[in-house]
Structure formats: C-alpha cells, structure tokens
C-alpha cells in the first residue's frame, strides 16, 4: 500500500513539473544560442537559426533605444517598442522579452489583446493607466486596476488584457514578458480585420450585431 502511495505521489510531481515546464519556452540546454537570420555556421534551435557560440559578441545581447519615446500619433494612441528576439537575437532560447509602452493623453491605449505565448509584468514609469484582464469561459471575470508611476500589474498569459491612459499627459509603461517571442492578438484587428474576412454572418451572430454593423467594423481594420 505504502509502495503505491509513493508512486502516486512521485508521478503526481512529476505530472505538475511537466506541467509547469510546458508552460512557458523551453530552457536552453546550453549557455547561449544567439540567433542568426544566415544558414551559414548555423543550428536550428527553437524557431531560429542559431550562431556558433564562439563567434557570439557582446553585441549580440545588447540593444539601445528605449529612452526615446514611441510616436502615438495612430488610431489607439499608443506605441509599443519591443525588445524581444528580433531585436536582440541573443534572447534566443533565454524565454523572456521587453516592451517599453507609450499611451496619448486623455485616452491612449493598448486595446484588448493577447499574448498566446507568456505572462506579462508591466511598470508604471509615468502618468495614471487604467488597466485589466478578463479570465476564461464561463466566468470571464475582470479584474481592473488604477495604475499611477511606480504600480506594478500582471497579466496571466494567454488572458485578453488591456491599458487606457485616464491622465491628461502622456504615460509610460514597462513590461517584461516570459517568452522570447510571445506574440500578440489584438482581438478587434483578429476578429474584424482578418486576412480573408470572416463571415459577416458568424459575426453578426456571435456579437449579436446587425449584419451591416459587422461589414462596416470589417472596413475599419
């Protein structure tokens, strides 16, 4: 009885390490494996071709840039600056990124969306944000909070988030992300604007919308 107990208890803990090492990128089995665009002394790790560890350079894990400001002169008034694996290709197989986020006054945001691929932990640097997450079917619950510089937000992965500036100035947030590369699916540009559109029908139905309300939100995105 007491044998059983034990492999219960080992394969449980084995069940929840598995569990929670799927969760996120893959850990790299060696130092570093800096990504490289060339076939040319070259392995393919990860989604990227990775360079020769001897022929890696401090460059290599390095990127400059993140104290000039994003232009928010756009439909949203934001301006995501990312710093992920195409920016430092050293990033490659290390499971972790950055963005630097700047939202207009009076109504900038970073509308809906989603990161199938990791958890994001933002920084307020500067003005007040208005931010949540809604959890999955069937509760959908949201969570919300008023942010002001110096707060400290996270988003579980793969959950639809979002941040609104409610300040009368600019804001500035920071936000580092568990994967290299952990994507993005803004929901209003995947629903109403995907590449060939979606049934006018099947949306008109699903948002209990008037059919020529969905093929008008069609032509905005």
Do not use: W
């Amino acid at each position: 009885m007491k044998g059983v107990q034990h492999f219960l208890v080992v394969f449980s803990l084995l069940i929840l390490g598995f569990t929670l090492a799927s969760s996120s990128d893959p850990s790299p089995l060696q130092d570093l494996c800096v990504a490289l665009n060339s076939t040319k002394h070259a392995v393919f790790v990860n989604g990227k071709l990775c360079k020769d560890p001897k022929l890696a350079t401090a460059d290599d894990f390095f990127f400059s840039g993140l104290d000039t400001p994003g232009n928010t002169s756009n439909a949203v008034g934001s301006r995501v600056t990312p710093v992920n694996v195409d920016q430092i290709p050293g990033l490659n197989t290390l499971g972790i990124s950055l963005v630097r986020i700047d939202y207009a006054p009076n109504g900038g945001q970073n509308p809906p969306h989603t990161h199938p691929r990791a958890t994001e932990i933002l920084v307020v640097t500067k003005g007040t944000l208005y931010v949540g997450f809604v959890t999955s079917n069937p509760d959908n619950r949201l969570f919300t909070k008023v942010l002001k510089t110096g707060d400290v937000f996270v988003f579980p992965v793969g959950l639809i988030h979002f941040q609104f500036n409610i300040g009368k100035t600019n804001a500035i947030a920071f936000a580092g992300l568990s994967s290299q590369n952990p994507g993005v699916i803004t929901i209003a540009n995947a629903v109403f604007g995907s590449n060939p559109a979606i049934n006018s029908e099947v949306l008109a139905k699903a948002f209990k919308l008037d059919k020529k309300m969905v093929e008008y939100l069609q032509t905005q995105f």
